[in-house]
Protein backbone atom coordinates (compact mmCIF):
# COMPACT_ATOMS: atom_id res chain seq x y z
CA UNK A 1 0.00 0.00 0.00
CA UNK A 2 1.10 3.51 -0.86
CA UNK A 3 0.27 6.27 1.21
CA UNK A 4 2.08 8.96 3.07
CA UNK A 5 1.40 7.71 6.68
CA UNK A 6 2.91 3.14 6.96
CA UNK A 7 1.96 3.33 10.35
CA UNK A 8 -2.19 4.46 9.65
CA UNK A 9 -2.09 1.81 7.00
CA UNK A 10 0.00 -0.89 8.94
CA UNK A 11 -2.72 0.11 11.89
CA UNK A 12 -5.86 -0.36 10.17
CA UNK A 13 -4.39 -3.77 8.61
CA UNK A 14 -3.90 -5.76 11.65
CA UNK A 15 -7.51 -5.38 12.51
CA UNK A 16 -8.33 -6.64 9.27
CA UNK A 17 -5.79 -9.52 9.79
CA UNK A 18 -6.94 -10.20 13.15
CA UNK A 19 -10.52 -9.90 12.17
CA UNK A 20 -9.81 -12.73 9.28
CA UNK A 21 -8.16 -14.58 12.15
CA UNK A 22 -10.80 -14.66 14.18
CA UNK A 23 -12.96 -15.31 10.99
CA UNK A 24 -11.03 -18.35 10.08
CA UNK A 25 -10.82 -19.75 13.55
CA UNK A 26 -15.00 -19.55 13.57
CA UNK A 27 -14.75 -16.89 16.39
CA UNK A 28 -15.93 -13.73 15.40
CA UNK A 29 -18.41 -12.76 17.92
CA UNK A 30 -19.25 -9.49 19.87
CA UNK A 31 -16.81 -11.20 23.20
CA UNK A 32 -13.91 -11.93 20.46
CA UNK A 33 -14.44 -8.60 18.91
CA UNK A 34 -14.29 -6.80 22.37
CA UNK A 35 -11.18 -8.03 22.92
CA UNK A 36 -9.29 -7.66 20.08
CA UNK A 37 -9.96 -3.70 21.29
CA UNK A 38 -8.10 -3.84 24.07
CA UNK A 39 -5.28 -6.38 22.31
CA UNK A 40 -5.09 -3.29 20.02
CA UNK A 41 -4.82 -0.95 22.33
CA UNK A 42 -4.06 -1.99 25.43
CA UNK A 43 -2.93 1.03 28.07
CA UNK A 44 -2.98 2.05 30.38
CA UNK A 45 -0.71 4.66 28.23
CA UNK A 46 -1.98 5.82 24.52
CA UNK A 47 0.28 5.77 21.59
CA UNK A 48 -1.73 9.19 20.37
CA UNK A 49 -4.18 11.33 21.91
CA UNK A 50 -6.23 8.98 25.21
CA UNK A 51 -7.05 5.18 25.35
CA UNK A 52 -10.57 5.64 25.15
CA UNK A 53 -10.47 7.22 21.59
CA UNK A 54 -8.12 4.83 20.38
CA UNK A 55 -10.45 2.05 21.27
CA UNK A 56 -13.28 3.80 19.83
CA UNK A 57 -11.30 3.78 16.45
CA UNK A 58 -10.30 0.56 16.52
CA UNK A 59 -14.24 -0.86 17.41
CA UNK A 60 -15.26 1.08 14.39
CA UNK A 61 -12.20 -0.14 12.04
CA UNK A 62 -13.02 -3.38 13.00
CA UNK A 63 -17.06 -2.92 11.65
CA UNK A 64 -15.83 -1.98 8.58
CA UNK A 65 -13.65 -5.25 8.72
CA UNK A 66 -16.81 -6.82 9.06
CA UNK A 67 -18.48 -4.63 5.69
CA UNK A 68 -20.83 -2.75 8.28
CA UNK A 69 -20.94 0.62 9.01
CA UNK A 70 -18.40 1.97 11.13
CA UNK A 71 -21.18 4.14 13.25
CA UNK A 72 -24.56 3.98 14.52
CA UNK A 73 -26.43 5.95 11.49
CA UNK A 74 -28.61 4.13 9.67
CA UNK A 75 -26.93 1.57 7.24
CA UNK A 76 -25.81 3.04 4.08
CA UNK A 77 -25.11 1.51 0.76
CA UNK A 78 -22.16 3.86 0.42
CA UNK A 79 -18.80 1.60 0.48
CA UNK A 80 -16.65 4.80 1.71
CA UNK A 81 -17.53 5.62 5.15
CA UNK A 82 -15.96 8.02 7.92
CA UNK A 83 -14.53 6.89 11.09
CA UNK A 84 -16.05 9.51 13.42
CA UNK A 85 -13.59 9.48 16.20
CA UNK A 86 -10.34 9.91 13.80
CA UNK A 87 -12.09 12.86 12.25
CA UNK A 88 -11.81 15.64 14.65
CA UNK A 89 -7.70 17.44 14.20
CA UNK A 90 -8.21 19.25 10.89
CA UNK A 91 -8.59 23.14 11.13
CA UNK A 92 -12.62 23.81 11.11
CA UNK A 93 -11.64 27.60 9.52
CA UNK A 94 -10.66 27.46 5.79
CA UNK A 95 -8.68 30.50 6.58
CA UNK A 96 -5.93 30.95 8.76
CA UNK A 97 -3.57 33.65 10.04
CA UNK A 98 -0.29 32.76 9.99
CA UNK A 99 2.87 34.36 11.86
CA UNK A 100 3.55 36.77 8.82
CA UNK A 101 1.19 38.73 10.46
CA UNK A 102 2.50 42.35 11.27
CA UNK A 103 -0.94 43.65 13.32
CA UNK A 104 -1.27 46.78 10.57
CA UNK A 105 -2.92 49.68 11.75
CA UNK A 106 -5.36 49.11 8.32
CA UNK A 107 -6.41 46.02 9.42
CA UNK A 108 -7.36 45.43 5.36
CA UNK A 109 -8.65 41.87 6.38
CA UNK A 110 -10.89 42.88 9.05
CA UNK A 111 -12.00 45.98 6.80
CA UNK A 112 -12.82 43.26 3.92
CA UNK A 113 -14.56 40.67 5.54
CA UNK A 114 -18.60 41.06 5.22
CA UNK A 115 -19.39 38.70 8.07
CA UNK A 116 -17.41 40.12 11.18
CA UNK A 117 -14.72 37.24 11.11
CA UNK A 118 -11.83 38.79 11.84
CA UNK A 119 -11.08 39.93 14.95
CA UNK A 120 -7.82 41.47 16.50
CA UNK A 121 -6.33 38.62 18.66
CA UNK A 122 -3.59 39.06 21.25
CA UNK A 123 -0.56 38.66 18.35
CA UNK A 124 -2.35 39.00 15.89
CA UNK A 125 -5.33 38.80 13.63
CA UNK A 126 -7.92 36.31 14.12
CA UNK A 127 -10.85 34.31 12.34
CA UNK A 128 -13.84 33.26 14.07
CA UNK A 129 -14.43 29.85 12.63
CA UNK A 130 -18.39 29.74 13.22
CA UNK A 131 -18.77 33.22 11.00
CA UNK A 132 -16.00 32.68 8.53
CA UNK A 133 -17.97 31.76 5.21
CA UNK A 134 -14.33 31.01 3.54
CA UNK A 135 -15.31 33.42 0.49
CA UNK A 136 -11.47 34.63 0.83
CA UNK A 137 -11.62 38.16 0.49
CA UNK A 138 -9.31 38.34 3.61
CA UNK A 139 -6.63 36.82 2.01
CA UNK A 140 -6.71 38.25 -0.89
CA UNK A 141 -6.66 42.03 1.10
CA UNK A 142 -4.00 41.05 3.04
CA UNK A 143 -0.90 42.67 1.57
CA UNK A 144 1.63 40.48 3.52
CA UNK A 145 0.04 37.44 2.12
CA UNK A 146 -0.18 36.14 5.85
CA UNK A 147 -3.65 34.10 5.45
CA UNK A 148 -3.77 30.93 4.19
CA UNK A 149 -6.13 28.60 2.68
CA UNK A 150 -6.46 25.17 4.67
CA UNK A 151 -7.85 22.73 2.27
CA UNK A 152 -8.59 19.72 4.17
CA UNK A 153 -6.37 16.90 1.73
CA UNK A 154 -9.65 14.90 1.86
CA UNK A 155 -11.73 17.68 0.22
CA UNK A 156 -9.07 18.55 -2.21
CA UNK A 157 -8.53 14.54 -3.20
CA UNK A 158 -12.37 14.84 -4.24
CA UNK A 159 -12.74 15.64 -7.67
CA UNK A 160 -16.48 15.96 -7.60
CA UNK A 161 -16.81 17.72 -4.41
CA UNK A 162 -18.70 15.31 -1.83
CA UNK A 163 -16.78 16.36 1.16
CA UNK A 164 -18.67 18.54 3.10
CA UNK A 165 -18.52 19.24 7.14
CA UNK A 166 -21.18 19.49 9.77
CA UNK A 167 -21.26 22.15 12.77
CA UNK A 168 -18.80 19.95 14.54
CA UNK A 169 -16.08 19.63 11.88
CA UNK A 170 -16.66 16.05 11.14
CA UNK A 171 -16.21 15.19 7.22
CA UNK A 172 -19.60 13.81 6.08
CA UNK A 173 -19.48 12.50 2.34
CA UNK A 174 -22.59 13.37 0.13
CA UNK A 175 -23.24 10.01 -1.03
CA UNK A 176 -25.61 11.13 -3.80
CA UNK A 177 -22.30 13.35 -5.47
CA UNK A 178 -20.04 10.68 -4.35
CA UNK A 179 -17.65 8.61 -6.99
CA UNK A 180 -16.58 5.73 -4.61
CA UNK A 181 -13.03 6.55 -6.08
CA UNK A 182 -11.66 6.26 -2.76
CA UNK A 183 -9.06 8.85 -3.73
CA UNK A 184 -10.16 10.71 0.00
CA UNK A 185 -9.33 7.73 2.02
CA UNK A 186 -5.46 7.64 1.32
CA UNK A 187 -5.02 11.41 1.79
CA UNK A 188 -6.67 11.81 4.98
CA UNK A 189 -3.69 11.98 7.36
CA UNK A 190 -5.60 10.58 10.31
CA UNK A 191 -6.94 7.46 8.83
CA UNK A 192 -10.10 8.77 9.47
CA UNK A 193 -11.87 7.85 5.46
CA UNK A 194 -12.12 3.81 5.07
CA UNK A 195 -14.06 1.61 3.14
CA UNK A 196 -16.04 -1.51 4.24
CA UNK A 197 -14.05 -4.79 3.22
CA UNK A 198 -15.78 -8.09 2.32
CA UNK A 199 -12.81 -10.47 4.04
CA UNK A 200 -15.10 -11.66 6.37
CA UNK A 201 -17.72 -12.86 3.66
CA UNK A 202 -15.41 -14.30 1.64
CA UNK A 203 -13.77 -16.81 4.27
CA UNK A 204 -16.77 -17.78 5.24
CA UNK A 205 -17.83 -18.93 1.76
CA UNK A 206 -14.79 -21.13 1.27
CA UNK A 207 -15.09 -22.65 5.00
CA UNK A 208 -18.67 -23.12 3.82
CA UNK A 209 -17.33 -24.96 1.25
CA UNK A 210 -18.05 -22.98 -1.81
CA UNK A 211 -16.56 -22.30 -4.90
CA UNK A 212 -14.78 -19.21 -4.49
CA UNK A 213 -12.45 -18.11 -7.46
CA UNK A 214 -10.35 -14.92 -7.40
CA UNK A 215 -10.04 -12.60 -10.23
CA UNK A 216 -6.85 -10.74 -10.37
CA UNK A 217 -7.09 -7.43 -12.49
CA UNK A 218 -4.48 -6.03 -15.15
CA UNK A 219 -2.77 -3.92 -12.49
CA UNK A 220 -1.59 -6.89 -10.44
CA UNK A 221 1.02 -7.79 -12.52
CA UNK A 222 3.67 -5.66 -11.27
CA UNK A 223 2.61 -4.93 -7.69
CA UNK A 224 4.79 -7.02 -6.02
CA UNK A 225 7.71 -7.09 -7.77
CA UNK A 226 8.90 -8.83 -10.71
CA UNK A 227 9.22 -12.20 -9.33
CA UNK A 228 5.49 -12.80 -8.66
CA UNK A 229 3.73 -13.14 -11.83
CA UNK A 230 -0.08 -13.97 -12.62
CA UNK A 231 0.74 -17.51 -11.95
CA UNK A 232 2.93 -16.90 -8.72
CA UNK A 233 -0.42 -14.94 -7.42
CA UNK A 234 -2.80 -17.79 -8.94
CA UNK A 235 -0.71 -20.48 -6.76
CA UNK A 236 -0.51 -18.27 -3.81
CA UNK A 237 -4.83 -17.81 -4.07
CA UNK A 238 -5.44 -21.37 -4.54
CA UNK A 239 -2.97 -22.34 -1.25
CA UNK A 240 -5.34 -19.68 0.21
CA UNK A 241 -8.10 -21.46 -0.12
CA UNK A 242 -9.60 -20.27 -3.48
CA UNK A 243 -11.08 -22.83 -6.26
CA UNK A 244 -8.75 -21.20 -8.60
CA UNK A 245 -7.75 -17.85 -10.14
CA UNK A 246 -8.31 -16.24 -13.38
CA UNK A 247 -6.86 -12.93 -14.92
CA UNK A 248 -9.33 -10.27 -15.35
CA UNK A 249 -7.29 -9.04 -18.48
CA UNK A 250 -8.81 -12.28 -20.36
CA UNK A 251 -11.89 -9.89 -19.54
CA UNK A 252 -9.98 -7.02 -21.05
CA UNK A 253 -9.85 -8.95 -24.29
CA UNK A 254 -13.88 -9.85 -23.80
CA UNK A 255 -14.42 -6.16 -23.15
CA UNK A 256 -12.95 -4.84 -26.26
CA UNK A 257 -13.83 -7.22 -28.74
CA UNK A 258 -17.58 -6.30 -27.92
CA UNK A 259 -16.99 -2.45 -27.18
CA UNK A 260 -15.13 -2.50 -30.56
CA UNK A 261 -18.70 -3.18 -32.23
CA UNK A 262 -20.07 -0.49 -30.67
CA UNK A 263 -17.67 2.02 -31.15
CA UNK A 264 -18.11 1.53 -35.12
CA UNK A 265 -21.45 1.84 -35.01
CA UNK A 266 -21.40 4.86 -33.15
CA UNK A 267 -18.16 6.27 -35.47
CA UNK A 268 -20.52 5.79 -38.32
CA UNK A 269 -23.06 7.91 -36.63
CA UNK A 270 -20.83 10.72 -35.94
CA UNK A 271 -21.91 9.82 -31.99
CA UNK A 272 -19.12 10.23 -28.96
CA UNK A 273 -18.77 7.69 -26.84
CA UNK A 274 -17.21 6.49 -23.31
CA UNK A 275 -15.49 3.74 -22.00
CA UNK A 276 -17.29 1.51 -19.64
CA UNK A 277 -14.64 -0.15 -17.96
CA UNK A 278 -13.82 2.40 -14.82
CA UNK A 279 -16.74 2.13 -12.50
CA UNK A 280 -15.83 5.68 -10.71
CA UNK A 281 -15.76 6.91 -14.16
CA UNK A 282 -19.18 5.32 -14.58
CA UNK A 283 -20.77 6.64 -11.14
CA UNK A 284 -19.51 9.93 -12.33
CA UNK A 285 -21.19 10.03 -15.77
CA UNK A 286 -24.44 8.55 -13.86
CA UNK A 287 -24.94 10.44 -10.96
CA UNK A 288 -23.83 14.01 -12.59
CA UNK A 289 -24.22 14.00 -16.58
CA UNK A 290 -26.91 11.51 -16.58
CA UNK A 291 -27.67 12.22 -19.98
CA UNK A 292 -24.12 11.61 -21.06
CA UNK A 293 -24.47 7.94 -19.27
CA UNK A 294 -27.90 7.41 -21.65
CA UNK A 295 -26.50 8.29 -24.68
CA UNK A 296 -23.26 8.40 -25.28
CA UNK A 297 -21.30 5.55 -22.63
CA UNK A 298 -20.84 1.97 -24.11
CA UNK A 299 -23.53 -0.63 -22.61
CA UNK A 300 -20.53 -3.39 -22.86
CA UNK A 301 -19.74 -4.65 -19.28
CA UNK A 302 -16.35 -4.14 -17.56
CA UNK A 303 -13.60 -6.36 -17.73
CA UNK A 304 -14.69 -7.91 -14.13
CA UNK A 305 -18.17 -8.79 -14.88
CA UNK A 306 -17.13 -10.21 -18.37
CA UNK A 307 -14.88 -12.80 -16.24
CA UNK A 308 -17.71 -12.81 -13.48
CA UNK A 309 -20.69 -13.96 -15.96
CA UNK A 310 -17.78 -16.16 -17.76
CA UNK A 311 -17.34 -18.34 -14.45
CA UNK A 312 -20.85 -18.20 -13.59
CA UNK A 313 -21.98 -20.01 -16.96
CA UNK A 314 -19.11 -22.24 -16.56
CA UNK A 315 -19.52 -23.21 -12.83
CA UNK A 316 -22.83 -22.76 -11.74
CA UNK A 317 -23.01 -21.59 -8.37
CA UNK A 318 -19.29 -20.22 -7.82
CA UNK A 319 -18.44 -17.59 -5.82
CA UNK A 320 -16.23 -14.23 -7.80
CA UNK A 321 -13.85 -12.14 -6.24
CA UNK A 322 -12.20 -9.16 -7.75
CA UNK A 323 -8.76 -8.47 -6.30
CA UNK A 324 -7.15 -5.08 -7.37
CA UNK A 325 -6.31 -1.48 -6.59
CA UNK A 326 -9.66 -0.06 -7.17
CA UNK A 327 -12.12 1.22 -4.30
CA UNK A 328 -14.98 1.83 -6.70
CA UNK A 329 -15.05 -1.59 -7.73
CA UNK A 330 -16.33 -2.59 -4.47
CA UNK A 331 -19.23 0.00 -5.41
CA UNK A 332 -20.05 -2.12 -8.90
CA UNK A 333 -20.06 -5.69 -7.30
CA UNK A 334 -23.09 -3.96 -5.35
CA UNK A 335 -24.50 -2.78 -8.09
CA UNK A 336 -27.75 -4.75 -8.67
CA UNK A 337 -28.58 -3.37 -11.59
CA UNK A 338 -26.00 -5.39 -13.23
CA UNK A 339 -26.38 -9.05 -13.28
CA UNK A 340 -24.02 -11.88 -12.63
CA UNK A 341 -21.49 -9.41 -11.84
CA UNK A 342 -18.71 -10.28 -9.04
CA UNK A 343 -19.44 -11.21 -5.92
CA UNK A 344 -16.83 -9.42 -3.31
CA UNK A 345 -14.07 -6.75 -4.77
CA UNK A 346 -11.22 -6.54 -2.32
CA UNK A 347 -8.27 -4.34 -2.65
CA UNK A 348 -4.60 -5.88 -2.73
CA UNK A 349 -3.95 -4.21 0.99
CA UNK A 350 -6.80 -6.29 2.09
CA UNK A 351 -5.38 -9.36 -0.15
CA UNK A 352 -2.28 -9.19 1.94
CA UNK A 353 -4.26 -9.01 5.22
CA UNK A 354 -6.37 -11.84 4.32
CA UNK A 355 -2.85 -13.99 3.45
CA UNK A 356 -1.06 -12.42 6.70
CA UNK A 357 -4.10 -14.37 8.74
CA UNK A 358 -2.81 -17.82 7.22
CA UNK A 359 0.62 -16.60 7.87
CA UNK A 360 1.04 -16.50 4.00
CA UNK A 361 3.16 -14.63 1.21
CA UNK A 362 3.23 -15.08 -2.45
CA UNK A 363 6.00 -16.94 -3.79
CA UNK A 364 7.62 -17.31 -7.14
CA UNK A 365 7.03 -20.30 -9.24
CA UNK A 366 8.49 -22.07 -12.71
CA UNK A 367 5.02 -22.45 -14.22
CA UNK A 368 3.37 -20.49 -16.88
CA UNK A 369 0.22 -19.18 -16.62
CA UNK A 370 -1.36 -16.77 -19.61
CA UNK A 371 -4.99 -16.31 -20.72
CA UNK A 372 -5.38 -12.43 -21.99
CA UNK A 373 -3.25 -10.66 -24.79
CA UNK A 374 -1.09 -8.12 -23.71
CA UNK A 375 -3.70 -5.85 -25.02
CA UNK A 376 -5.92 -7.49 -22.55
CA UNK A 377 -3.24 -7.28 -19.79
CA UNK A 378 -2.10 -3.49 -20.77
CA UNK A 379 -6.14 -2.34 -19.73
CA UNK A 380 -4.46 -1.11 -16.56
CA UNK A 381 -2.69 1.52 -18.44
CA UNK A 382 -4.16 5.08 -19.46
CA UNK A 383 -4.88 4.69 -23.06
CA UNK A 384 -5.01 1.00 -22.88
CA UNK A 385 -8.83 0.14 -23.00
CA UNK A 386 -8.82 2.54 -26.68
CA UNK A 387 -5.69 1.13 -27.31
CA UNK A 388 -7.58 -2.70 -27.63
CA UNK A 389 -10.82 -1.60 -28.78
CA UNK A 390 -8.41 -0.28 -31.97
CA UNK A 391 -6.85 -3.28 -32.35
CA UNK A 392 -10.13 -5.03 -32.41
CA UNK A 393 -11.21 -3.22 -35.23
CA UNK A 394 -7.72 -3.37 -37.13
CA UNK A 395 -7.99 -7.39 -36.50
CA UNK A 396 -11.37 -7.07 -38.27
CA UNK A 397 -10.08 -4.86 -40.98
CA UNK A 398 -11.50 -1.65 -40.58
CA UNK A 399 -9.33 1.20 -41.16
CA UNK A 400 -8.98 3.40 -37.74
CA UNK A 401 -6.49 5.86 -39.12
CA UNK A 402 -8.95 9.16 -38.93
CA UNK A 403 -10.08 7.86 -35.22
CA UNK A 404 -9.58 10.57 -33.21
CA UNK A 405 -9.61 9.80 -29.22
CA UNK A 406 -8.90 11.34 -25.85
CA UNK A 407 -7.75 9.55 -23.54
CA UNK A 408 -8.68 11.04 -19.87
CA UNK A 409 -6.64 10.03 -16.47
CA UNK A 410 -8.26 11.76 -13.21
CA UNK A 411 -11.41 12.91 -12.48
CA UNK A 412 -10.54 16.38 -13.66
CA UNK A 413 -9.58 15.40 -17.03
CA UNK A 414 -12.66 12.90 -17.11
CA UNK A 415 -15.46 15.74 -15.73
CA UNK A 416 -13.85 18.47 -18.29
CA UNK A 417 -14.10 15.15 -21.03
CA UNK A 418 -17.87 14.80 -20.33
CA UNK A 419 -19.02 18.61 -20.19
CA UNK A 420 -17.72 18.53 -23.55
CA UNK A 421 -19.61 15.89 -24.83
CA UNK A 422 -22.78 17.39 -23.07
CA UNK A 423 -22.06 20.79 -24.93
CA UNK A 424 -21.36 18.94 -28.21
CA UNK A 425 -17.93 20.66 -28.77
CA UNK A 426 -15.69 17.30 -28.36
CA UNK A 427 -13.67 16.78 -31.06
CA UNK A 428 -12.50 13.78 -30.18
CA UNK A 429 -14.56 10.25 -31.56
CA UNK A 430 -13.98 8.53 -28.43
CA UNK A 431 -13.14 8.86 -24.97
CA UNK A 432 -11.44 6.77 -22.37
CA UNK A 433 -12.29 7.51 -18.87
CA UNK A 434 -10.38 6.81 -15.94
CA UNK A 435 -10.86 8.42 -12.59
CA UNK A 436 -7.33 7.54 -11.38
CA UNK A 437 -3.95 9.38 -12.62
CA UNK A 438 -2.29 6.95 -14.63
CA UNK A 439 -5.08 4.68 -14.73
CA UNK A 440 -5.94 1.46 -12.98
CA UNK A 441 -2.10 0.98 -12.03
CA UNK A 442 -2.40 4.51 -9.91
CA UNK A 443 -5.54 3.33 -8.29
CA UNK A 444 -6.16 4.29 -4.48
CA UNK A 445 -4.78 1.13 -3.27
CA UNK A 446 -2.44 0.08 -5.28
CA UNK A 447 0.50 -1.71 -3.51
CA UNK A 448 3.65 -0.21 -4.52
CA UNK A 449 4.54 3.66 -5.93
CA UNK A 450 3.73 4.03 -9.69
CA UNK A 451 7.30 3.93 -10.80
CA UNK A 452 7.85 0.55 -8.85
CA UNK A 453 4.95 -0.79 -10.72
CA UNK A 454 6.09 -0.08 -14.12
CA UNK A 455 9.37 -1.95 -13.82
CA UNK A 456 8.09 -5.04 -12.99
CA UNK A 457 5.41 -4.83 -15.02
CA UNK A 458 6.94 -4.39 -18.02
CA UNK A 459 9.19 -6.71 -17.82
CA UNK A 460 6.48 -9.52 -16.58
CA UNK A 461 4.55 -8.16 -20.06
CA UNK A 462 7.21 -8.68 -21.82
CA UNK A 463 7.37 -12.17 -21.05
CA UNK A 464 3.56 -12.63 -22.73
CA UNK A 465 3.29 -14.07 -25.96
CA UNK A 466 1.75 -11.72 -28.90
CA UNK A 467 -1.63 -13.67 -29.40
CA UNK A 468 -4.30 -11.30 -31.08
CA UNK A 469 -7.64 -10.36 -29.01
CA UNK A 470 -9.71 -11.87 -31.46
CA UNK A 471 -8.16 -15.35 -32.09
CA UNK A 472 -7.82 -15.84 -28.33
CA UNK A 473 -11.78 -15.22 -27.58
CA UNK A 474 -12.68 -18.12 -29.92
CA UNK A 475 -11.72 -20.18 -27.40
CA UNK A 476 -14.32 -19.15 -24.94
CA UNK A 477 -18.00 -19.54 -25.38
CA UNK A 478 -18.69 -15.81 -25.44
CA UNK A 479 -21.76 -16.41 -27.50
CA UNK A 480 -23.28 -18.01 -24.34
CA UNK A 481 -23.74 -15.06 -21.58
CA UNK A 482 -24.44 -11.57 -22.03
CA UNK A 483 -21.63 -8.67 -22.41
CA UNK A 484 -23.79 -5.94 -21.67
CA UNK A 485 -25.43 -4.27 -18.64
CA UNK A 486 -28.82 -5.01 -19.17
CA UNK A 487 -28.11 -8.90 -19.12
CA UNK A 488 -28.97 -9.08 -22.74
CA UNK A 489 -27.03 -11.65 -25.37
CA UNK A 490 -25.69 -9.66 -28.40
CA UNK A 491 -26.49 -11.31 -31.65
CA UNK A 492 -23.37 -9.06 -33.67
CA UNK A 493 -21.26 -11.22 -35.43
CA UNK A 494 -18.15 -10.87 -32.95
CA UNK A 495 -14.97 -12.38 -34.79
Known sequence: MVTNDKGIVSFKHKIMEEVCRLAWAGKLNDAEKEKLVYTMVPGPKSQYCCIYKEREIVKQRIHLACAECPTDKPESDCVVQVINAACDDCPISAYSVTDSCRFCMGRPCMNSCRFDAI?????RMHIEADKCKACGMCAKACPYGAIVHLERPCKKACPVGAITYDEYGFCRINEERCVQCGHCIHSCPFGAI???TYLVNIINDILAGKEVIAMC???????FGEEISMASVRAGLKKLGFADMVEVGLGGDMTAAVESLEWSEAYREGR?????????????LRQHFPDVFEKNMSTTVSPMCAISRYLKLTHPGCVTVFVGPCIAKKSEANDSSIPDNADYAVTYGELRALMRS???EFESVEEDYQEASVWGKRFASSGGVANAVLECMIERGEDVSDIKLLKCAGGMECMKAIAQIKLGTLKEDFVEGMVCPGGCVGGPSKHKTETEISRAREALLNKADGRKVLENLTHYPMEQFSMHRDGSISTEQLF
Open 119 to 123: KPGEF
Open 272 to 284: NMTTSCCPAFINL
Open 358 to 360: RDM
Open 217 to 223: APATEGQ
Open 194 to 196: GSK
